[in-house]
T-cell receptor, first 113, second 111 residues
Framework: DADVTQTPRNRITKTGKRIMLECSQT?????MYWYRQDPGLGLRLIYY???????NKGEISDGYSVSRQAQAKFSLSLESAIPNQTALYFCATQTSGRRDTQYFGPGTRLTVL | DAKTTQPNSMESNEEEPVHLPCNHS???????IHWYRQLPSQGPEYVIH???SNVNNRMASLAIAEDRKSSTLILHRATLRDAAVYYC????????????FGKGTKLSVKP
């Protein structure tokens, strides 16, 4: 089984709908991240969490919210989806520290019509 | 934020070595140099990282310039499965810990 899982893997929705993307990990890592990737570009940070009670905004948090339900679960919500939120979304985990590896999930492809 | 500069694309022949360059002239003394790669339709995966000394692992080698303003990822024998986008990333100091991705280098491997 994969260490970092994301559900759903693909989602098509309409403008104005509320969408939740979920991430679960079995690695026991404290840190979790949500990134967004647009075609031909690198990943950009949306939100990150260092533990259940520590949630922080990243570079592009507007229009998104998150919930860290447990150490192993970190959800990303789009309260009212808009077409320019169409992208590939990745969740990642990390132990701690700048030297430590991040482990990425397989991604969720979201299309907002 | 410290930035990295990589060529947009590179080509290699199968079973030949590949040297992927990265410039990071504004690197700070405590920034680690990380390399990740992203295979088609997958999330990024860790390749290697280092601080000052050259590093080797089963996937690749990392050569870091003495002044740390550039580095090179070395794939000793490219395979078709190495075709991917390779990202050179400087880990941020302070509390964030996130990776700042550029556009990376798209590596094509020809049989």
């Amino acid at each position: 089984d994969a260490d970092v899982t994301q559900t759903p893997r693909n989602r098509i929705t309409k403008t104005g709908k509320r969408i939740m993307l979920e991430c679960s990990q079995t690695k026991g890592h404290d840190r979790m991240y949500w990134y967004r990737q647009d075609p031909g570009l690198g990943l950009r940070l949306i939100y990150y969490s260092f533990d259940v009670k520590d949630i922080n905004k990243g570079e592009i948090s507007d229009g998104y919210s998150v919930s860290r339900q447990a150490q192993a679960k970190f959800s990303l919500s789009l309260e009212s989806a808009i077409p320019n939120q169409t992208a590939l979304y990745f969740c990642a985990t990390q132990t701690s520290g700048r030297r430590d590896t991040q482990y990425f999930g397989p991604g969720t492809r979201l299309t907002v019509l | 934020d410290a930035k990295t500069t990589q060529p947009n694309s590179m080509e290699s022949n199968e079973e030949e070595p590949v040297h992927l360059p990265c410039n990071h002239s504004t690197i700070s003394g405590t920034d680690y140099i990380h390399w990740y790669r992203q295979l088609p339709s997958q999330g990024p995966e860790y390749v290697i990282h280092g601080l000052t000394s050259n590093v080797n692992n089963r996937m690749a080698s990392l050569a870091i310039a003495e002044d740390r303003k550039s580095s090179t990822l070395i794939l000793h024998r490219a395979t078709l499965r190495d075709a991917a986008v390779y990202y050179c990333i400087l880990s941020r100091g302070g509390s964030q810990g996130n990776l700042i991705f550029g556009k990376g280098t798209k590596l094509s491997v020809k049989p």
